[in-house]
């Protein structure tokens, strides 16, 4: 049983009697750990476990250390708790929740005017279903042509990732456009992205700025959005942990001149239509605990994909990145959507989490890579 109090967690563990061992382990414990993160204590048949905060690293290793069953017992009490918050090597136990209340915000909130860039918006709330025909589906062709053919409020998520404009070498495509013309195309196909999206629907979209040519490229599709009225959810980082960049490659070296800034991440963007809640049942929610708390710390650290040669395509982001996406922002069940589909991660994933997908790119190569992925799955 546990039980809060405002400096510790209680956990009470229930033993037959108390052995020499266990007051062994009880000792071990006290010593191990400073008293103002964690301690035990008895009384009777009972040991009561007070917890503030503790590094679950020192935990394991104690468990390891002196493998009783009393030291398992206090671990897997531990183990069960999965609210907590965490600071440094350390998860905060007790009172994880406790912030600076203000006082009267939702009158204060009112008087900012929350979320002002959206406010008039002409969506309508009337969501639909997706044609059958368009369900489950690799289309090859232009996305802005396509799109076109889908109703109003029918995509529950779209999760894409962009050409970024670098002159990658990619099939039935160029990749190295003027500036105004690249943005002006991507944003006509925005444009239909927004008008198919659900009411309460998310868009989320991959993107690297390109910084040789000092154009921050993640700020211009956001505003983008934010013209166009939709609700700002969130930013993501994307840590790649890629540090193969020359120094030297662009700027100055060891001179304020023109210093060039480093970037190991790229960014995912992701705004809402209509409304920042989307309608969904739980029993269709198949996140778990750990995965919630870990990923809405919006740094995510995956290693770049690497399987990009196999595929034949230059700009692969991992499955896992479409994963944890596909799983923060929409239920089992839903139809999410991917208008630069690739050689298709994005429905893949969604296929195996039970998702309805729709797959489009250009490129008749990669949509046959898309479809045979599928087909191993099925």
């Known amino acids: 049983m546990a039980l809060q109090n405002q400096e510790f967690l209680e956990l009470t563990i229930p033993l037959d009697k108390l052995s020499a061992e266990d007051k062994e382990t009880v000792t071990a414990f006290n010593r191990r750990f400073p008293p103002h993160d964690a301690y035990l204590e008895t009384s009777g048949h009972l040991v009561v476990l007070k917890l503030k905060q503790l590094d679950f690293g020192r935990l394991e290793e104690f468990f390891h250390i002196q493998p009783t069953r009393l030291s398992k017992a206090v671990f897997e009490a ?14 905060i136990y007790a009172n994880y929740g406790a912030e600076r209340k203000v006082k009267d915000r939702k009158q204060k909130e009112q008087k900012r005017d929350k979320i002002y860039y959206a ?23 232009d996305s802005l042509e396509l799109l076109k053919e889908l109703p109003d409020n029918c995509v529950d998520l779209i999760f894409t990732s962009p050409p970024y404009n670098f002159g990658l070498d990619y099939q039935e495509q160029d990749d190295d456009h003027y500036w105004q013309d690249y943005f002006a195309q991507l944003f006509s196909i925005f444009a239909e992205c927004i008008r198919v999206l659900k009411f309460g629907g998310r868009i989320a979209v991959n993107v690297q700025p390109l910084f040789s040519d000092y154009i921050p490229t993640h700020h211009i599709i956001s505003n983008y959005f934010l ?13 790649k942990n890629n540090y193969n960049c020359k120094y030297t490659a662009w700027g100055s070296w060891k001179s304020p001149s023109s210093p060039y800034l480093k970037y190991t991440w790229e960014f995912i963007e992701v705004f809402c239509k209509g409304s920042l809640k989307k ?8 996140i778990t605990a750990a995965e919630f708390k870990d990923w809405v710390t919006a740094k995510w650290s995956i290693a770049p994909e690497r399987k990009m040669k196999e595929f034949g395509h230059p700009a692969m982001f991992p499955e896992e990145l479409a994963k944890r996406v596909i799983k923060l922002f929409s239920f089992r069940g839903d139809f999410v959507l991917d208008p630069f589909n690739g050689v298709g991660t994005t429905t893949f994933v969604a296929q195996q989490l039970g998702r ?15 479809r045979k992925r599928l087909q191993k799955e099925d």
């Open 279 to 286: 309608e969904g049942s739980q029993k269709n929610a198949d």
């Open 356 to 370: 309805r997908y729709l797959g489009i790119d250009i490129a008749e190569q990669y949509c046959t890579a898309a």
């Open 227 to 239: 013209s166009q009225k939709m609700l700002w959810k969130g930013e993501i980082l994307w840590e």
């Open 78 to 91: 531990v183990a069960q708790i999965k609210s907590y918050n965490i600071r440094g090597s350390k998860r």
């Open 119 to 141: 406010k008039d918006h002409s969506f309508s709330p009337a969501n639909v279903a997706p044609p059958p025909e368009f369900e489950n589906k690799i289309l090859c062709g």
